[in-house]
């Protein structure tokens, strides 16, 4: 059937093919280029993004040192064992005089958590610096999840001396 055509039709079949070639090339290479320019500018903020957090070592130091502490909950008996020996070292070095610390009974949360909340309850007598070097430095608690009852009155009698209530929380297994 080839044989039967003439020179002339059989170059306007290679023409013809040659663009219809050319015509999907155009296409999917028009597709690919601009798939390919959304890839480089979505790269392009992904590395703004990272410019932005990627600081020198001086600068990260510092803000690791804000950042609290945290770990990660273990059995009850040993939560319960290192959270009171961390929270009464807390204590003793604000210098607060307080009764033993009462662990109240775990709480389960709610939800699908496998976690309880165990508290400590703590009761004594301080002035109110040693008050707040407690609340600052309570971040360095590495098992204090947080605050459940915090509550100071002043004695009428002496005004330098307060009474502290307060009940920090941990997670336990």
């Not at 050319?22 to 410019?51: C, M, N, P």
Request: proline fraction near 3%.
């Amino acid at each position: 059937m080839i044989e039967k055509l003439s020179e002339r039709d059989k170059r306007a079949l290679k023409i013809g093919a040659v663009a219809a070639v050319a015509i999907l090339v155009f296409y999917f290479g028009a597709k690919w280029v601009g798939d390919w320019r959304e890839v480089r500018k979505s790269l392009a903020v992904k590395r703004a993004k990272l410019e932005v957090i990627n600081m020198d070592k001086a600068k990260r130091v510092g803000l690791l040192s804000i950042v609290p502490v945290f770990e990660m909950p273990q059995s009850e008996e040993k939560q319960k064992f290192l959270f009171r020996d961390k929270f009464n070292e807390q204590l003793k070095k604000a210098g607060i005089k307080s009764k033993p610390l009462q662990v109240l009974s775990p709480m389960k949360l709610k939800g699908q958590s496998e976690y309880k909340l165990l508290r400590l309850k703590c009761s004594g007598k301080c002035n109110f610096g040693q008050v707040l070097d407690l609340l600052a430095n309570l971040k360095d608690n590495p098992y204090l999840v947080g605050i459940e009852e915090f509550k100071i009155s002043c004695n009428p009698e002496k005004r330098k001396e307060f009474q502290l209530d307060l009940t920090v929380s941990t997670f336990v297994k």
